[in-house]
C-alpha cells in the first residue's frame, strides 16, 4: 500500500516541525553561530520542549520507517494498517504541539499511540511474512 511510503515521508517532515519553534526562539534570543548549542540554556522554556521533541521525534522516526517499510514490503493491505500508518503520523504531529505547549498528559497520550501505531505494523508485517 503506497499509504505507508507517504506516512514515511510525512513522518519525516514532522520531524522537523518543532524545529521551526527552535529556530524561531534562536532568532528572538540572538543566535550564535559560533556556539549553537550552548544556546539551549538562553532558550525560553517553550523553545527548550521544541528541542526535545525534535529529538524525539527522530527517535520515534527509525521506529516506524522500519515498521512502514516492513509493511510495505510484505504486502500488508488492511485498513488496520493503514490506520496504524496515519494514526502515528497524526499522534506526532499532536505530540510535538503537547510538548511544546507542556500538556505532559497528552503528550504521553500520543506517544502511546504512536508507538501502537509502529507495534501494529511490525506485528501485521510478521504475520503477513509468516503467511
Known amino acids: 500500500m503506497i499509504i505507508f511510503l507517504y506516512s ?4 519525516a517532515v514532522l520531524i522537523y516541525v518543532p524545529f521551526l519553534v527552535v529556530a524561531y526562539a534562536r532568532v528572538r534570543v540572538g543566535y550564535d553561530l559560533s556556539a549553537p548549542r550552548a544556546m539551549f540554556d538562553k532558550l525560553p522554556p517553550y523553545a527548550q520542549r ?3 521533541a525534535h529529538q524525539n521525534s527522530f527517535e520515534a522516526f527509525m521506529v516506524f520507517a522500519a515498521a512502514a ?3 510495505y514490503v510484505t504486502g500488508v493491505n488492511s485498513s488496520t494498517a493503514a490506520t496504524a500508518a496515519i494514526a502515528f503520523v497524526a499522534a506526532r ?3 510535538s504541539i503537547f510538548y511544546i505547549l507542556n500538556i505532559p498528559l497528552l503528550r504521553s497520550l500520543m506517544f502511546g499511540i504512536g508507538s501502537l501505531g509502529s507495534a ?4 501485521l508485517s510478521i504475520i503477513q511474512a509468516s503467511s
Do not use: H, N, R, S
Not at 120 to 123: E, K, N, P, R
Open 69 to 71: 517499510f516492513m509493511a
Open 8 to 11: 514515511i515521508a510525512a513522518a
Open 120 to 123: 501494529i505494523l511490525i506485528f
Open 93 to 95: 504531529f499532536l505530540y
Open 50 to 52: 521544541a528541542t526535545w
